[in-house]
Protein backbone atom coordinates (compact mmCIF):
# COMPACT_ATOMS: atom_id res chain seq x y z
CA UNK A 1 0.00 0.00 0.00
CA UNK A 2 1.03 3.48 -0.88
CA UNK A 3 0.87 6.67 1.74
CA UNK A 4 1.45 10.08 1.06
CA UNK A 5 2.87 12.87 3.49
CA UNK A 6 2.45 16.62 3.14
CA UNK A 7 4.83 18.83 4.88
CA UNK A 8 4.00 22.03 3.12
CA UNK A 9 4.96 23.64 0.01
CA UNK A 10 6.59 21.12 -2.86
CA UNK A 11 7.76 18.81 0.22
CA UNK A 12 5.80 15.07 -0.04
CA UNK A 13 7.18 11.82 1.40
CA UNK A 14 5.65 8.70 -0.79
CA UNK A 15 6.31 5.25 0.49
CA UNK A 16 5.27 1.37 0.96
CA UNK A 17 7.22 -1.14 2.72
CA UNK A 18 10.08 -1.55 0.76
CA UNK A 19 11.30 1.97 -0.36
CA UNK A 20 10.62 6.11 0.83
CA UNK A 21 11.08 9.09 -1.29
CA UNK A 22 10.88 12.28 -0.24
CA UNK A 23 10.80 15.53 -2.39
CA UNK A 24 11.96 19.23 -2.69
CA UNK A 25 12.76 19.37 1.45
CA UNK A 26 12.55 22.99 2.04
CA UNK A 27 14.36 25.22 4.79
CA UNK A 28 12.56 27.64 6.80
CA UNK A 29 9.92 29.16 4.94
CA UNK A 30 7.07 29.18 7.73
CA UNK A 31 6.15 25.46 7.65
CA UNK A 32 8.12 23.60 10.45
CA UNK A 33 11.32 22.31 9.39
CA UNK A 34 11.11 18.12 9.64
CA UNK A 35 14.60 17.00 11.51
CA UNK A 36 13.48 13.39 11.89
CA UNK A 37 12.97 12.26 8.54
CA UNK A 38 14.52 9.72 6.72
CA UNK A 39 15.01 8.35 2.92
CA UNK A 40 15.93 6.16 0.55
CA UNK A 41 15.42 8.84 -2.09
CA UNK A 42 15.45 12.31 -2.56
CA UNK A 43 14.21 14.03 -5.83
CA UNK A 44 15.11 17.84 -5.88
CA UNK A 45 13.30 19.75 -8.72
CA UNK A 46 15.70 22.81 -8.57
CA UNK A 47 17.91 24.32 -6.75
CA UNK A 48 16.16 27.13 -4.81
CA UNK A 49 16.43 26.65 -0.72
CA UNK A 50 12.96 25.91 -0.54
CA UNK A 51 13.19 22.85 -3.08
CA UNK A 52 16.63 21.82 -2.17
CA UNK A 53 17.51 21.38 1.94
CA UNK A 54 18.91 17.67 0.93
CA UNK A 55 20.90 17.86 4.23
CA UNK A 56 18.05 17.76 6.64
CA UNK A 57 17.19 14.34 5.44
CA UNK A 58 18.59 11.35 7.08
CA UNK A 59 18.92 7.81 5.64
CA UNK A 60 21.60 8.52 3.41
CA UNK A 61 19.75 8.44 0.83
CA UNK A 62 20.23 8.72 -2.99
CA UNK A 63 20.14 12.15 -4.39
CA UNK A 64 18.20 12.74 -7.72
CA UNK A 65 18.52 16.66 -9.00
CA UNK A 66 19.75 16.60 -12.50
CA UNK A 67 17.78 15.38 -16.25
CA UNK A 68 18.34 11.74 -16.76
CA UNK A 69 16.73 8.36 -16.26
CA UNK A 70 18.06 6.49 -13.56
CA UNK A 71 17.12 3.17 -11.52
CA UNK A 72 17.83 3.36 -7.41
CA UNK A 73 16.70 1.23 -4.63
CA UNK A 74 14.54 -0.44 -7.08
CA UNK A 75 12.66 2.83 -8.74
CA UNK A 76 13.19 4.00 -12.07
CA UNK A 77 13.30 7.68 -11.88
CA UNK A 78 12.93 9.53 -15.37
CA UNK A 79 13.56 13.42 -15.01
CA UNK A 80 13.00 16.02 -18.13
CA UNK A 81 14.50 19.40 -18.43
CA UNK A 82 11.78 22.49 -18.12
CA UNK A 83 11.79 26.01 -17.22
CA UNK A 84 11.08 27.54 -13.77
CA UNK A 85 9.14 30.51 -15.59
CA UNK A 86 7.45 31.41 -19.00
CA UNK A 87 10.80 33.08 -20.33
CA UNK A 88 12.74 30.17 -21.45
CA UNK A 89 14.58 30.21 -17.50
CA UNK A 90 15.20 34.12 -18.24
CA UNK A 91 13.86 34.76 -14.74
CA UNK A 92 14.13 31.86 -12.48
CA UNK A 93 15.93 29.25 -14.03
CA UNK A 94 15.47 25.66 -14.68
CA UNK A 95 13.29 22.88 -13.12
CA UNK A 96 12.66 19.32 -13.43
CA UNK A 97 9.78 17.36 -13.75
CA UNK A 98 10.19 14.26 -11.96
CA UNK A 99 8.43 10.76 -12.35
CA UNK A 100 8.62 7.65 -10.86
CA UNK A 101 7.22 4.44 -10.75
CA UNK A 102 5.93 2.69 -7.65
CA UNK A 103 3.71 -0.53 -7.04
CA UNK A 104 3.07 0.02 -10.90
CA UNK A 105 1.69 3.61 -10.74
CA UNK A 106 3.25 6.43 -12.08
CA UNK A 107 3.78 9.30 -10.53
CA UNK A 108 4.70 12.86 -11.10
CA UNK A 109 6.38 15.54 -9.39
CA UNK A 110 6.34 19.24 -11.63
CA UNK A 111 8.49 21.35 -8.86
CA UNK A 112 8.12 24.50 -9.57
CA UNK A 113 6.86 24.39 -13.21
CA UNK A 114 6.45 27.62 -14.18
CA UNK A 115 5.16 27.30 -17.84
CA UNK A 116 2.39 25.25 -20.10
CA UNK A 117 3.97 21.83 -21.24
CA UNK A 118 4.05 21.42 -25.23
CA UNK A 119 2.77 17.91 -27.05
CA UNK A 120 6.36 17.06 -26.91
CA UNK A 121 6.73 17.46 -23.20
CA UNK A 122 3.07 15.11 -22.79
CA UNK A 123 4.26 12.66 -24.88
CA UNK A 124 7.25 12.06 -23.82
CA UNK A 125 5.56 12.05 -19.89
CA UNK A 126 3.34 9.39 -21.14
CA UNK A 127 0.72 8.19 -18.43
CA UNK A 128 0.93 9.68 -15.14
CA UNK A 129 -1.54 8.07 -12.39
CA UNK A 130 -0.57 10.31 -9.42
CA UNK A 131 0.44 14.18 -10.01
CA UNK A 132 1.94 17.05 -7.89
CA UNK A 133 1.39 19.78 -9.44
CA UNK A 134 1.35 23.52 -8.58
CA UNK A 135 -1.31 25.47 -8.43
CA UNK A 136 -0.45 29.02 -6.59
CA UNK A 137 1.01 31.39 -9.69
CA UNK A 138 3.53 34.19 -9.23
CA UNK A 139 7.26 31.45 -8.89
CA UNK A 140 5.22 28.87 -10.66
CA UNK A 141 2.14 27.90 -12.72
CA UNK A 142 -1.23 29.65 -11.85
CA UNK A 143 -4.47 27.40 -10.85
CA UNK A 144 -5.63 27.55 -14.83
CA UNK A 145 -2.41 26.69 -16.10
CA UNK A 146 -2.69 23.49 -13.98
CA UNK A 147 -5.84 22.53 -14.92
CA UNK A 148 -4.68 22.81 -18.11
CA UNK A 149 -2.28 19.98 -17.96
CA UNK A 150 -4.04 18.04 -15.67
CA UNK A 151 -6.88 17.99 -18.22
CA UNK A 152 -4.28 16.71 -20.67
CA UNK A 153 -2.48 14.29 -18.57
CA UNK A 154 -5.51 12.59 -16.88
CA UNK A 155 -4.08 11.34 -13.76
CA UNK A 156 -6.46 9.61 -11.24
CA UNK A 157 -4.90 11.52 -8.55
CA UNK A 158 -3.87 14.90 -8.33
CA UNK A 159 -2.08 16.80 -4.89
CA UNK A 160 -2.33 20.59 -5.75
CA UNK A 161 0.67 21.64 -3.90
CA UNK A 162 2.37 25.22 -3.70
CA UNK A 163 -0.22 27.92 -3.06
CA UNK A 164 -0.53 30.38 0.24
CA UNK A 165 -1.31 29.09 3.58
CA UNK A 166 -1.56 30.84 7.13
CA UNK A 167 2.58 29.48 7.24
CA UNK A 168 3.45 30.85 4.05
CA UNK A 169 4.69 34.57 3.22
CA UNK A 170 4.98 33.81 -0.73
CA UNK A 171 2.90 36.07 -2.66
CA UNK A 172 0.94 33.30 -4.31
CA UNK A 173 -2.89 32.76 -4.21
CA UNK A 174 -4.23 29.79 -1.62
CA UNK A 175 -5.73 26.53 -2.82
CA UNK A 176 -9.60 27.97 -3.64
CA UNK A 177 -8.41 28.75 -7.08
CA UNK A 178 -7.78 25.62 -8.12
CA UNK A 179 -10.23 24.19 -6.17
CA UNK A 180 -13.03 26.08 -8.02
CA UNK A 181 -11.85 24.80 -11.76
CA UNK A 182 -12.43 20.84 -10.40
CA UNK A 183 -14.59 18.23 -9.39
CA UNK A 184 -14.96 14.99 -7.04
CA UNK A 185 -12.44 17.24 -4.18
CA UNK A 186 -11.30 14.74 -1.02
CA UNK A 187 -10.28 17.25 1.69
CA UNK A 188 -8.47 15.59 5.36
CA UNK A 189 -8.19 17.30 8.10
CA UNK A 190 -4.27 15.80 8.21
CA UNK A 191 -1.25 15.46 6.24
CA UNK A 192 -1.10 11.95 5.47
CA UNK A 193 -3.14 9.41 3.40
CA UNK A 194 -3.28 5.61 2.45
CA UNK A 195 -3.72 5.69 -1.26
CA UNK A 196 -6.72 3.57 -1.20
CA UNK A 197 -8.89 2.39 -4.38
CA UNK A 198 -11.72 4.82 -3.50
CA UNK A 199 -9.01 7.38 -4.56
CA UNK A 200 -8.08 5.90 -7.80
CA UNK A 201 -11.12 7.43 -9.24
CA UNK A 202 -10.34 10.77 -11.26
CA UNK A 203 -9.76 12.81 -7.30
CA UNK A 204 -8.10 15.78 -6.21
CA UNK A 205 -6.42 15.50 -2.47
CA UNK A 206 -6.21 18.38 -0.61
CA UNK A 207 -4.22 17.31 2.84
CA UNK A 208 -3.36 19.64 5.20
CA UNK A 209 0.03 20.27 6.61
CA UNK A 210 0.58 19.68 10.68
Not at 4 to 32: E, L, Q
Not at 43 to 72: A, C, E
Not at 83 to 105: A, C, P, T, V, Y
Amino acid sequence: MINVKWFGHSMWKIWNDDVTIITDPFADIGYRVPKDETADIVLSSHDHFDHNNIGIIGGNPDIINKTGSFTTRGIKIETFPVWHDDEQGNSRGKNLLMKFILEGKNFLHCGDLGHLLNEKSFEQLGRIDVLFIPVGGFYTIDAKTAKKIVDELEPDIVFPMHYKTPALDFPITGKESYLELVDNVVELNNNQIELKAEYWQNKTLILNYE
